[in-house]
């Protein structure tokens, strides 16, 4: 089956016991068993849910993975997935990983004995210059968050296997939809779900995906032992949100290039920082592994003052953190989402604006930032 049908059928059978062609929220914390130890594959909903089960399988069939686990947020399955090394592997993650990646690495793990090494992951020299006996896992996010950085996946993923460690893949901002990276050759691929895979911005979840049993069982203990799983109604939510996730993306991406293309021309922004644009240095690489390239903007405007303004001006672009809503919204990553990279060798730059482009007529999220472009000139006296 092609992607956009088994985003609304994988996993999503019709209830058996009442025929209603949405899943159920099985809004039940334990289930009875016939005798002990036998039951109809579900305990306690810890361990498992039919509501989860349903997401699980429809994600990891977007992701063309054997293996599914949905988390209580992307972190929590960072989290998880980040446990498959010990103390005293060594895990490298990109030099402009996204924040909270970086929190839990630098922050949580590195004092717990996990040493690690953030890398320019464009470059093979780099990655081969960090590289240690001891590193187990690489960390790619691509594009990154929030500098829309585009690497090589399958080059690293084939480095690190040759060297003997797993390749986990962000894909949050890509989506399946756009890039399958298991595919490119990736062992793991990582997931917020509370951003595109949602889509309407009122869940919070996240998701790993793996072809490797032996990855797959692993997970599957952590995710049962540290108890970090996604309630029935947060499942249930980002399964809504799936099947519209191909049509959403594909609105998505039209009014990025239009935004893009405006950005681009607009004499008070410095640099646009899009994978689609032919000026983007990975752009060639994104369109031989991506579908599209995105709904994810970023721009460097004049001065920090004037990204400040420009970010409390705008009408339609929300100044709010997250991102893959059908609303656009606008930020400004060194002092929201990435103020934990501040004392970073790769602090986001004061002067970044970061957009999530929306579901909105392009035309007016074009006028809304023109507007606000002019407004910040004025305002800075220019």
Excluded at 21 to 45: C, L, M, N, R
Excluded at 179 to 197: I, M
Excluded at 253 to 279: K, Q, W
């Amino acid at each position: 089956m092609e992607f956009e049908t088994r985003a609304i059928h994988a996993g999503q059978e019709p209830d058996p016991a009442t025929g209603a062609i949405v899943t159920p929220i099985y809004a039940s914390s334990t289930f009875v068993q016939d005798e002990v130890g036998v039951h109809k594959g579900y305990e306690y909903s810890r361990s498992g849910n039919p509501t989860r089960t349903a997401l699980q399988e429809c994600v990891a069939s977007l992701e063309d993975a054997t293996h599914g686990l949905a988390f209580a947020s992307g972190l929590a399955a960072s989290d998880a997935v980040l446990r498959l090394v010990l103390p005293g592997d060594h895990i490298i993650i990109p030099n402009d990983a996204y924040g909270g990646t970086y929190r839990l690495v630098a922050r949580v793990f590195e004092p717990a004995g996990y040493a690690y090494s953030p890398v320019d992951m464009t470059s093979l020299d780099a990655l081969n210059l960090a590289w240690r006996d001891e590193t187990k896992l690489v960390w790619i996010e691509s594009p990154t968050n929030p500098m829309l950085t585009v690497v090589d996946i399958a080059a690293i993923a084939s480095f690190a296997h040759e060297r003997g460690a797993v390749c986990v893949v962000d894909n949050t901002f890509a989506t399946p939809y756009l890039q399958r990276p298991l595919e490119l050759g990736a062992d793991l691929v990582v997931h917020s779900t509370t951003k595109y895979l949602g889509g309407h911005s009122d869940v919070i979840g996240g998701f790993a995906a793996t072809n490797d049993p032996t990855i797959a069982e692993r997970l599957y203990f952590l995710q049962k032992s540290l108890g970090a799983v996604p309630g029935p109604f947060d499942c249930w939510l980002v399964l809504r949100g799936i099947r519209t996730l191909a049509v959403r993306m594909r609105q998505h991406c039209a009014n990025a290039h239009a935004v893009a293309a405006f950005l681009e021309r607009h004499p008070r922004v410095e640099r646009v920082l899009y994978p689609g644009l032919p000026t983007h240095p990975g752009h060639t690489i994104a369109a031989r592994q991506m579908r599209d390239f995105g709904g994810m903007i970023s721009f460097l405007a004049e001065s920090e003052e004037e990204a400040v303004a420009l970010v409390a001006r705008t009408r339609l672009f929300q100044l709010a953190e997250s991102l893959g809503g059908v609303e656009s919204l606008i930020e400004h990553p060194a002092r929201m989402t990435h103020a934990s990279t501040a004392d970073a060798p790769f602090a986001a730059p004061p002067n970044l604006v970061r957009l999530s482009v929306g579901l909105e007529s392009a035309e007016d999220l074009v006028e809304d930032l023109e507007r606000a472009l002019v407004r910040s000139a004025t305002a800075a006296g220019t």
